[in-house]
């Protein structure tokens, strides 16, 4: 089970590139290009979320004279690269949230020669101060089965990110599990199976998903009634209208370890072994913590202010891969809600020209490999209008059948006619209706601007006389072809969705890449 | 996996030391008789071959040390032809490599360290309430190996522990944690400490001894899930307050911090009543690596230098003493009340790890 949540990860590897704070990401099939190597440089494949980090870079580079070239991708694609060996040549260093996931790979553990802890972060919950009022709560008392309680009664709703894309949702999930399991000690299948009914429940409370931390801030403030966010305490802590809590019965921690390569010769790793040494000297740390509002990680230097010094006890993180993929596991195609998605798909006449049918159709044929168990697919194809509406379900006890479908109806798509982007749209949103139990969202990929139908302003219109619930939906639209950037960012603003580059990038990449938010 | 770890790490050769080496290399060009000997170290070692000092002390002697640094546990699957010595951070591999390479006995053993635990005050107080510790003073204590054993066996929660519940950090299964035992010296030499007591102070020495702890080594491992890799990064975590409240270090790490003249919040020691100790012990390939072995047991310079790191000179105690007698809240100078444990051979030893984390 688990290879289908890992399965179609390898073009996502390449994915998560850019800067997790713009609103637009370009969708790259392969890494852009690994920088070259020069002397005095450093190329470090980073964690995403180590973006923030640009400051420091920028002081150490004064002080050193080394130069920090990150390329940024999430944690788990970083290890699946560093597992197929492909960190060699390209990279000098490796600097992750966190080795733990690493380690338990031993094809990527084995490129790893040293590596030294930089900063730390626990995973926290960050409550509406209102809510945590209205619950009676102290913050120093709370207990991750508080936090259970409370989502069980109906009173606490949360965003997290997405676990098989981001380090922080997958520390959270780690978090939970251990937090609700009654694991005293490293989680095991048993526990992860013992707790399952326990976690159901509790992610019943998931009301946003996300790919990265920045559009989970957006989408939290645009939504304005969810009551928490799971995420990283630095990530919290930059908010102000968050209680941040630790749970007091423990949490992972990011340590942000900065690792040396053994493809790399001796004078490169002598120059990571200065670069850590300026980042852990007293000023660079208090920097750090200033900055980011990460922990230092030397005695000397405090944390920044308004982080709490009381100690947590740190949650063992599992000790093999098979309890950590089978967690994931569990939680795309059982745990969490699952997601209902309508592809709205441009097959107008212009998709005839340069392969772009034949693109879309392998793109969508790779995509089936990611689908969930339970997730419910509709693919609508429009021209002037839409073609047809057909909807297909990933059942858990036969997924296949559901995926065949997809694969089916992708084949038979063929291009003719106008464009009909708005009209189009309105099907979409009429099709999903109001649901409280799943994650719902719409795709609109096209490939010119819209000729055919209902314009920007009716739909406009159409969109402020939708019931709340359903303004809650989110179109992910996918620049391509011809397609009017102008039209789609508006689109994308207007629904709280966002948009997604495959003009520059790969349209396989922008699918993967939207999987993160579905 | 033992054997990737191994190859790994053997071609990490040392920044510093190669620097130096570069150096050394130039003045044999111009004519100075240093002789240049290469050795495989332990990588616990490499700061101490890297510390400029040592570099000048040995230069001092007529010596070059070029190193490359291995898990000590590794060394035993690497071809060490072309080496002066080997150096691994134990005795049970260093046997073994004596014996492998044909070394002469006796091996020198320039310097050891013992396994300790390093934890906050307040823990420390939790465990001395409950019987598992005794405090010696307010920064370092005796941890009692027997009733703690027992209590793990029993699968002990902090929660059950009377006083725990005062602080929020001491929740969940009671456990040290280490390295992995499967590649890391350490975490090896945790379990040869444990599984002596627990067999009631037999040494394993077989299949069948191994058979009679393994139930309770595979527990002290497994219930720490993922584990570090080396005790370097497990006492960082420590430092830095993130981790488990229990922590398996080598001595040798809290005294160079101390000498350092840096500080942990509240840290207390706590020494096991029966440890392992990592001695450190040079295998002779060839006589330059024997005289460098001899010049480290025995130089007054290059013994002050190893306690500058952290170590414990073999033979009188006076260095180790006098360099630490401002840290004595924290270090136990003289391991009083301390017993060590004998380290099975390197192919039981390795049988206890594979069970244990397997």
């Known amino acids: 089970m688990s290879v289908r949540v890992r399965r179609g990860r390898t073009a996502l590897g390449a994915v998560l590139l850019l800067a997790v704070t713009a609103c637009t990401t370009t969708a790259e099939k392969d890494p852009a290009e690994p920088p070259k190597a020069e002397p005095g440089t450093l190329r470090i494949l980073a964690s995403s979320e180590l973006s923030d980090m640009a400051p420091v870079f920028e002081q150490v580079e004064r002080n050193t004279g080394i130069k920090v070239r990150p390329t940024y991708m999430g944690t788990l694609d970083a290890v699946d690269l560093l597992g197929k060996g492909r960190a060699k040549g390209a990279y000098d260093a490796v600097w992750l949230s966190s080795n733990d996931y690493l380690r338990l790979n031993p094809a990527a553990a084995k490129h790893i020669v040293s590596q030294t802890s930089v900063m730390s972060s626990p995973v926290a919950i960050g409550v509406k101060n209102a809510t945590v009022r209205k619950l009676g709560w102290k913050p120093e008392s709370v207990t991750w089965a508080d936090i259970e309680g409370a989502v069980a009664d109906g009173n606490l709703t949360y965003g997290m990110t997405d676990p098989s894309r981001s380090n922080s949702g997958f520390s959270t999930l780690v978090s939970v599990a251990s937090g609700l399991s009654d694991a005293q000690s490293a989680l095991t299948d048993r526990d992860v199976q013992q707790a399952t009914p326990r976690l159901k429940e509790f992610f ?83 920097l750090i913590t200033d900055r980011t509002l990460r922990r230092p990680v030397v005695a000397s230097v405090a944390p ?112 003719d006619g106008d464009t009909a982007i708005y009209t189009s749209l309105e099907k979409a949103y009429e099709h999903l209706g109001a649901d409280d139990d799943t994650f719902t969202s719409i795709v609109l990929m096209t490939d010119g601007e819209n000729t055919a139908g209902a314009g920007p302003k009716e739909f406009d219109g159409f969109y402020a006389g939708l019931p709340r619930k359903q303004q809650e939906i989110p179109v992910f639209p996918i620049l391509f072809g011809d397609s009017d950037r102008g039209e789609l960012e508006h689109i994308a603003d207007l629904t709280g969705g966002r948009l997604f580059d495959a003009q520059k990038g790969s349209l396989d990449g922008a699918f993967e890449e939207i999987r993160g938010y579905q | 996996m033992r054997r990737i770890v191994a190859i790994v790490l053997a071609v990490f050769l040392i920044g510093g030391v190669a620097a130096a080496v570069v150096a050394g290399r130039e003045e044999q060009d111009k004519g100075t008789a240093t002789k240049t000997v290469l050795g495989m170290i332990g990588s616990e070692k490499a700061e101490f071959f890297a510390d400029p000092d040592v570099v000048n002390a ?43 390479y044909g070394a002469r006995q006796p091996l020198p053993r320039p310097f050891y360290s013992p396994l300790v635990v390093v934890t906050h005050r307040s823990t420390a107080e ?131 911090l101390l000498a350092q003249g840096q500080g942990v919040d509240d840290l207390t020691v706590l020494y096991p009543d029966t440890t392992a100790n990592s001695d450190h012990t040079v295998v002779p390939l060839t006589e330059e690596g024997r005289a460098l072995g001899e010049l480290l047991s025995k130089d007054k310079e290059l013994r002050k230098l190893a306690v500058r790191h952290g170590f414990r000179p073999q033979g009188a105690a006076v260095e180790f003493t006098a360099a630490t007698a401002a840290h004595t809240t924290y270090l136990n100078q003289k391991l009083t009340g301390v017993r060590q444990a004998p380290v099975p051979a390197s192919k039981v030893l390795h049988e206890m790890a594979r069970q244990a984390r397997g």
Not at chain 1, 329 to 337: G, P, Q, S, V
Not at chain 1, 371 to 378: A, G, K, L, Q
């Open chain 1, 304 to 415: 920044a202010t308004g982080l709490d010094t009381t100690r947590r006890r740190e949650l063992p993180f599992p000790g093999s891969r098979s309890v950590a993929d089978g967690l994931l596991d569990a939680y795309e195609n059982k745990l969490r809600r699952p997601s209902r998605t309508v592809y709205v798909l441009d097959t107008s006449g212009s998709m005839s020209e340069d392969g772009r049918l034949d693109r879309l159709k392998k793109a969508l044929t790779d995509l089936t490999g990611d689908f969930r168990d339970r997730e419910e697919v509709t693919l609508m194809p429009f021209g002037s209008a839409v073609k047809s509406v057909r909807t297909h379900v990933v059942r858990p006890e036969n997924p296949r059948s559901g995926l065949d479908g997809i694969r089916k109806d992708t084949r038979e798509l063929s291009a």
């Open chain 2, 126 to 256: 939790v465990l001395a309430d409950n019987g598992l510790a005794t405090l010696r003073t307010k920064g370092n204590g005796i941890l009692k190996m027997s009733s703690y054993l027992k209590a793990a066996d029993r699968d002990t929660r902090w929660q059950q522990l009377r006083g725990a519940d005062k602080y929020g950090e001491l929740t969940g299964t009671l456990f040290i944690s280490t390295t992995d035992p499967t590649s890391s010296n350490s975490g090896a030499l945790y379990l040869a400490a444990a599984s002596y007591v627990a067999d009631g102070g037999r040494v394993a020495d077989s299949t069948e001894a191994v058979a009679r702890t393994a139930p309770l080594m595979h527990k002290l491992v497994g219930v720490q899930g993922a584990q570090q890799s080396s005790s370097d990064a497990s006492f960082r975590d420590f430092v830095s307050g993130v981790g488990n409240p229990l922590v398996l270090v080598y001595e040798s790490q809290v005294a160079s």
């Open chain 2, 58 to 100: 040995l230069a001092a002697k007529g010596y070059t040390v070029e190193t490359e640094a291995s898990g000590s546990w590794a060394m035993e699957d690497l071809d060490l032809k072309g080496y002066d010595f080997a150096f691994p951070g134990s005795q049970a591999p260093a046997e073994e490599l004596a014996e492998k």
């Open chain 1, 204 to 286: 019943k409370g998931q009301q946003l998903t996300s790919g990265s931390s920045g559009w989970l801030a957006e989408a939290y403030d645009r939504r304005g009634n969810v009551d928490a966010l799971l995420n990283y305490e630095s990530v919290l802590k930059s908010r102000k209208d968050l209680t941040v809590i630790r749970p007091r019965d423990g949490v992972v921690t990011a340590d942000y370890p900065l690792s040396s390569l053994a493809s790399t010769d001796q004078s490169t790793r002598e120059t990571v072994r200065r670069l850590t040494d300026a980042l852990r000297s007293p000023a660079t740390q208090r």
